[in-house]
């Protein structure tokens, strides 16, 4: 059973477009993170959420926990070349429990 | 500040062989994750420590996998016999203590494949 749903699993676009990202579930978490991931390399956070309807923006990146705590999107505006990679949610029960992760979007941006 | 390092960061084995994985967590990191990244998934959690006691082990499959963190630092992961399906990337995080919510550092991981 996957705790956390990430869709779409794959995405290709153009440069300049704008895309969502999306990370739902049945469970409530305490807060969620978003995590890029590059070849070869382990997952680098992207942002932390921890209040139901938070919103918090970094550079092109927007990302928002859902007010109920269950699911979370991240939009990207204007998509770059550099944005390729694969975007993965990830949640915590409680403050110190283990993260557990979605299957992650794979995204491509094509120049 | 160095990074959690990992070694090596490929091996490849025949099936029914031993392998270990080692890694040393960023300096004063009390918690220490292995987690199992499958071509195409997301990673799934095998053990949390603790300093050097066990957190989490119940996705850890005990009968062919061992992990232990001796003196509260770097942690070794092994696996004895492998199988086909544990062909995947082995990631080490860790964590600050007594911060809730606080970021996973990950290493580069070992690519493990068994032929």
């Known amino acids: 059973t996957q705790l956390l749903e990430q869709s779409p699993q794959f995405l290709s676009i153009q440069e300049g477009e704008n895309l969502t990202v999306y990370c739902n579930s049945s469970?409530?978490?305490?807060?969620l993170q978003w995590y890029r991931q590059e070849p070869g390399e382990g997952p680098v956070l992207l942002v932390t959420v921890v209040t139901g309807g938070e919103v918090k923006k970094l550079k092109r990146l927007t990302f928002q926990f859902g007010d109920a705590r269950k699911d979370s999107s991240l939009h990207i505006t204007a998509a770059q070349p550099g944005d390729t990679g694969l975007y993965l949610c990830a949640g915590r029960y409680s403050g110190n429990t283990p993260l557990v992760f979605g299957k992650g979007t794979r995204l491509s941006v094509i120049a | 500040e160095a990074g959690v390092a990992q070694s090596p960061r490929y091996k490849i084995i025949e099936k029914r062989q031993s392998v270990a994985f080692w890694c040393n967590p960023i300096?004063?990191?009390?918690?220490l994750y292995w987690y199992q990244q499958i071509l195409g998934q997301g990673p799934k959690l095998l053990i949390q420590?603790?300093?050097?006691?066990?957190?989490?082990d119940s996705q850890l499959p005990k009968d062919r996998f061992s992990a232990e963190r001796l003196k509260g630092v770097d942690s070794t992961l092994k696996i004895q016999p492998a199988k086909l399906e544990d062909s995947a990337v082995y990631l080490c995080?860790?964590?600050?203590?007594?911060?809730?919510?606080?970021?996973?550092?990950f290493g580069q991981g070992t690519r493990l494949t068994v032929v």
């Open positions: 469970s409530v978490f305490s807060s």
């Open positions: 300096s004063g990191h009390a918690t």
């Open positions: 420590f603790q300093n050097n006691g066990v957190v989490d």
């Open positions: 995080a860790s964590s600050p203590q007594g911060q809730p919510n606080t970021e996973a550092f």
